[in-house]
């Protein structure tokens, strides 16, 4: 035992003084390079000065969250998978599936187009954004510091040049040279409807420069999508930006959530906080004081050119399915995008993926009741929103009377004043929510980050019989209810028992 003993205090000594050798050669090594550093350094700052001249922006981008109804984005690259014209993937995913190489080189630009949609998704490398040459507003300002700005100031108006893309300098990089032609934009990018199609616009004035001419005063190193709004202040147009964006961003395989810059002059809204969110930063064009050079840029295409907004005026035949009975037996007419991209936002937020409607919740059904209140939209606007239900204080008034005195089970009546409530907890409410009730208003477009299962009761006066939610509702496979009026007035009776029926369906 003794021997044993003095053989484990050998070897810690042993331990002891190696140790205390390798820590006296570290302090000695260190010492000599954190002078040879130091030296090197001093030998340095002129370059660095130099440096200092050109930004480079490198960000830690967001990760993809993963979501319970994704199902995998067709390699556009892959012809055998293309998504069949006007099927419900060629609406909601991955249409854009024709390649269109517009150049090669130190930079390039391709679009991808779709046959269903009739619009592309364009990205570039090598790609200088020139704010001098865009005329429009600075943006991103306070709303009541500009107040009674008008539109036109805030939307871009683009010089020859606004965007350069390297050609380098071979015979094919023509100083001041066109990137498109016509032909190319009524092929490609069709103005449609759209009166000022604005990515068309851009893209029409993009230049290609010899390489010696590409100088940059900032780098973004990270895919950055560049996004121009229309009605940024008002929710259903919003939502159709957001879903363009995120559609773009999975068409062209970005392997994280990328950079935002609005090329518009929109002033803040609270829907921004649903923008930083989602991506992974946010600026605005006009913000930038010199020339601006992305490594990879995407342009998503206008939110009026989704299958959300296009669905409006033309048929779009998609059922609401999970996406674990698509991918066991893929449907043509079936679609679980937009419960993908519901769930996109809820986790954008930090909310949970894996919750679920109870039978029997053993804190009680949240039935939650969507307000129209008035607030200060956008610079032109007047703090009024116009009434879709001229009793809507009546109707929330006798629905809580009701619901206090309801037997079947534990109802819980949420007033949802949205103007009122961050985006975060706007969205929570809708997760938390068994059943929406609301009179027809963009607050209902929030149903896209609803879970299964939950019911929907639209309120909707005789002015404005639109199939926004209807559609909406159907395309995520919700149960839909609507309650249309002769003029703008409800019985209040005709809502109790209308959500009376809803909550027996529950088992309620």
């Given at each position: 035992m003794n021997r044993r003993n003095t053989l484990l205090l050998k070897i810690l000594l042993f331990l002891f003084i190696l140790n205390s050798i390798s820590l006296f050669l570290y302090f000695l090594t260190h010492s000599s390079n954190s002078s040879r550093s130091n030296t090197n350094l001093n030998n340095q700052i002129p370059l660095l000065r130099s440096q200092q001249q050109q930004q480079s922006h490198h960000h830690s981008l967001k990760p993809w969250p993963i979501l319970p109804s994704y199902l995998p984005w067709t390699d556009a690259e892959d012809s055998k998978a293309n998504a069949i014209t006007r099927s419900c993937e060629g609406y909601f995913g991955n249409g854009f599936t024709r390649r269109v190489q517009v150049l090669h080189g130190p930079g390039w630009f391709r679009c991808w187009y779709s046959e269903t949609l009739r619009s592309s998704v364009c990205e570039g490398g090598r790609v200088r954004m020139?704010?001098?040459?865009?005329?429009?507003?600075?943006?991103?300002?306070?709303?009541?510091?500009?107040?009674?700005?008008?539109?036109?100031?805030?939307?871009?108006?683009?010089?020859?040049?606004?965007?350069?893309?390297?050609?380098?300098?071979?015979?094919?990089?023509?100083?001041?040279?066109?990137?498109?032609?016509?032909?190319?934009?009524?092929?490609?990018?069709?103005?449609?409807?759209?009166?000022?199609?604005?990515?068309?616009?851009?893209?029409?004035?993009?230049?290609?420069?010899?390489?010696?001419?590409?100088?940059?005063?900032?780098?973004?190193?990270?895919?950055?999508?560049?996004?121009?709004?229309?009605?940024?202040?008002?929710?259903?147009?919003?939502?159709?930006?957001?879903?363009?964006?995120?559609?773009?961003?999975?068409?062209?395989?970005?392997?994280?959530?990328?950079?935002?810059?609005?090329?518009?002059?929109?002033?803040?809204?609270?829907?921004?906080?649903?923008?930083?969110?989602?991506?992974?930063?946010?600026?605005?064009?006009?913000?930038?004081?010199?020339?601006?050079?992305?490594?990879?840029?995407?342009?998503?295409?206008?939110?009026?050119?989704?299958?959300?907004?296009?669905?409006?005026?033309?048929?779009?035949?998609?059922?609401?399915?999970?996406?674990?009975?698509?991918?066991?037996?893929?449907?043509?007419?079936?679609?679980?995008?937009?419960?993908?991209?519901?769930?996109?936002?809820?986790?954008?937020?930090g909310l949970p993926l894996n919750a679920y409607h109870s039978t029997k919740p053993v804190s009680g059904h949240n039935v939650l009741f969507v307000r129209r209140e008035d607030y200060l939209a956008h610079p032109r606007h007047r703090g009024k929103v116009e009434s879709r239900l001229s009793n809507e204080a009546e109707v929330f008034e006798s629905l809580k009377s009701w619901v206090s005195n309801y037997n079947g089970c534990k109802i819980n009546l949420v007033n949802g004043l949205f103007a009122h409530m961050s985006m975060k907890e706007q969205v929570r409410a809708i997760q938390d929510a068994s059943v929406i009730i609301g009179a027809h208003g963009a607050g209902l477009t929030h149903i896209v980050s609803a879970l299964p299962k939950t019911v929907i009761l639209e309120i909707i006066s005789s002015q404005f019989r639109r199939p926004h939610f209807a559609y909406i509702a159907r395309w995520k496979g919700l149960e839909y209810h609507a309650i249309n009026l002769a003029g703008s007035h409800a019985d209040p009776g005709t809502v109790i028992n209308e959500l009376a029926n809803i909550m027996k369906s529950l088992g309620c």
């Open positions: 020139v704010p001098d040459r865009i005329r429009m507003a600075k943006g991103g300002e306070a709303l009541v510091d500009v107040m009674g700005r008008g539109e036109d100031e805030e939307l871009p108006a683009f010089q020859n040049g606004a965007f350069e893309v390297d050609g380098g300098n071979g015979v094919g990089a023509v100083e001041g040279k066109t990137l498109v032609d016509r032909e190319f934009l009524d092929r490609y990018l069709p103005a449609g409807g759209i009166q000022r199609h604005t990515m068309r616009d851009l893209i029409s004035k993009i230049r290609v420069v010899r390489e010696k001419d590409f100088a940059c005063d900032e780098w973004f190193e990270e895919p950055t999508l560049l996004v121009t709004r229309f009605e940024y202040a008002n929710l259903f147009h919003t939502i159709t930006d957001w879903y363009s964006a995120y559609v773009s961003s999975r068409v062209t395989g970005l392997p994280n959530r990328p950079h935002v810059v609005f090329v518009d002059g929109h002033c803040e809204t609270q829907l921004e906080e649903t923008w930083k969110a989602l991506f992974s930063s946010v600026r605005y064009a006009k913000n930038f004081t010199g020339t601006v050079c992305f490594r990879h840029a995407i342009l998503s295409p206008l939110g009026y050119e989704t299958a959300m907004f296009k669905g409006l005026t033309e048929e779009v035949n998609c059922d609401g399915a999970s996406a674990q009975e698509l991918w066991q037996n893929p449907d043509n007419h079936k679609t679980a995008r937009i419960s993908e991209f519901g769930e996109m936002i809820r986790a954008a937020f």
